[in-house]
């Protein structure tokens, strides 16, 4: 059995081996110095080529702006939502509070008139106490 170490080498060097010995370079689209450039038709072609690049690049940023700001004015319209949620919930919190006070104070007074009639059963004849 083969170690597992041993496994690992045998076939990172079995995959080396398969690369290619050259790499060819690649085209990366992006801003090249065009002042290099001897003939006017490969600097107007280097030009026009940087001119595409940034409006293509130009193009994506507005798009990817666009929908992050339509994901935020969604999400501001969602929280708006929810606010006017919450008002409408702690004013009938509110409305419910003020109500069971006035009950309490309307309670309150009644019970406190209803203690002197006791008290003074017999008022005097003559008006006074």
């Keep these: 059995m ?3 170490m041993a496994r690992i080498t045998f076939v990172a060097f079995a995959l080396m081996a398969s690369w290619p010995a050259t790499v060819h ?3 990366v689209p992006g801003i090249e110095i065009c002042t290099v450039e001897k003939t006017m038709e490969r600097r107007t072609s280097c030009l026009q080529s940087n001119v595409d690049f940034l409006q293509k690049t130009i193009t994506k940023l507005t798009t ?12 501001i319209e969602a929280l708006k939502g929810a606010v006017i949620g919450l008002q409408k919930l702690v004013s009938e919190q509110a409305a419910q509070n003020k109500a069971a006070e006035d009950a309490k104070k309307a309670a309150a007074p009644a019970a406190k008139d209803a203690a002197p ?5 017999a008022p005097a004849k003559d008006g006074t106490k």
């Design 2 to 4: 083969i170690a597992p």
């Design 117 to 121: 009639a006791t008290k003074d059963a």
């Design 64 to 75: 990817d702006h666009q929908q992050k700001i339509d994901a935020a004015n969604r999400q």
């Design 25 to 27: 370079a690649q085209d």
